[in-house]
């Protein structure tokens, strides 16, 4: 009996481990996220100076991978894309629904992990985003109210911001709760025949993410 105990007992100690990360390990996490922009756009010149625009929020999934250079010090690159679609506002409200993107923006962060040996383990970090901004495409809205028009958006550098948490459920599986500031400023560029107009867009998203991760 007491054999049997003693197994019982180290096999709740195994199923209870932290699932915590130690130097050399790779930390895959899979991520529902949701990028809400948080977005400051200018006018539309230099046709409509009385217009603006508006993007919306956006849910994907989302694949990182994090090396743990020390137990503290983790290194994380971030890759999502999402799908975001541009309203117009003021003298271009009627219009509606003025263009689509795609949005790529591959992220590397600097992570500290607080409580590296805890079953709860909570990190920041800050790091740099590169967007790509990909299969852009008016409206059919827009291009019956001014014609044929192509759409570019100016890829951009900016800096990342990130806290989140590592939840265990078993030594080497957790749940994962991240949420990320992301610098992202850029320049539409609408062209209409020989007539260009430009705006000045600063997307900022917040991330929010969930999801479930692994240590190997």
Same mark, same amino acid.
């Given at each position: 009996?007491?054999?049997?105990?003693?197994?019982?007992?180290? =096999?709740?100690?195994?199923?209870? !481990?932290?699932?915590?990360?130690?130097?050399?390990?790779?930390?895959?996490?899979?991520?529902?996220?949701?990028?809400? %922009?948080?977005?400051?756009?200018?006018?539309?010149? %230099?046709?409509? %100076?009385?217009? +603006? #625009?508006?993007?919306? +929020?956006?849910?994907?999934?989302?694949?990182?991978?994090?090396?743990?250079?020390?137990?503290?010090?983790?290194?994380?690159?971030?890759?999502?894309?999402?799908?975001? @679609?541009?309203?117009?506002?003021?003298? &271009?409200?009627?219009?509606?629904? =003025? !263009?689509?993107?795609?949005?790529?923006?591959?992220?590397?962060?600097?992570?500290? @992990?607080?409580?590296?040996?805890?079953?709860?383990?909570?990190?920041?970090?800050?790091?740099? +985003?590169?967007?790509?901004?990909?299969?852009?495409?008016?409206?059919?809205?827009?291009?019956?109210?001014?014609?044929? #028009?192509?759409?570019?958006?100016?890829?951009?550098?900016?800096?990342?911001?990130?806290?989140?948490?590592?939840?265990?459920?078993?030594?080497?599986?957790?749940?994962?709760?991240?949420?990320?500031?992301?610098?992202?400023?850029?320049? !539409?560029?609408? #062209?209409?025949?020989? &007539?260009?107009?430009?705006?000045?867009? @600063?997307?900022?998203?917040?991330?929010?993410?969930?999801?479930?991760?692994?240590?190997?």
């Amino acid at each position: 009996m007491r054999k049997y105990l003693l197994a019982a007992a180290g =096999l709740a100690a195994l199923t209870t !481990a932290p699932a915590r990360a130690e130097k050399g390990d790779v930390l895959v996490r899979l991520r529902a996220i949701m990028v809400a %922009p948080t977005e400051r756009t200018g006018p539309v010149t %230099p046709s409509f %100076p009385g217009a +603006n #625009t508006a993007v919306n +929020n956006s849910v994907m999934p989302e694949l990182d991978f994090t090396y743990m250079a020390t137990k503290h010090i983790g290194a994380e690159l971030i890759l999502a894309t999402t799908k975001h @679609h541009v309203s117009g506002r003021g003298t &271009l409200e009627g219009v509606g629904r =003025l !263009a689509n993107t795609w949005v790529l923006p591959p992220t590397l962060t600097l992570q500290y @992990h607080l409580l590296p040996e805890a079953h709860v383990r909570p990190y920041v970090g800050a790091g740099i +985003n590169y967007t790509i901004f990909y299969n852009e495409k008016a409206s059919s809205a827009l291009v019956n109210a001014i014609g044929a #028009t192509d759409v570019g958006l100016k890829d951009s550098v900016g800096y990342a911001l990130q806290g989140g948490v590592d939840v265990d459920i078993s030594k080497r599986v957790f749940l994962n709760f991240d949420i990320k500031y992301i610098d992202i400023d850029t320049t !539409a560029k609408l #062209t209409t025949g020989t &007539l260009v107009n430009r705006e000045r867009v @600063h997307l900022d998203p917040i991330v929010a993410g969930v999801g479930i991760g692994m240590r190997f």
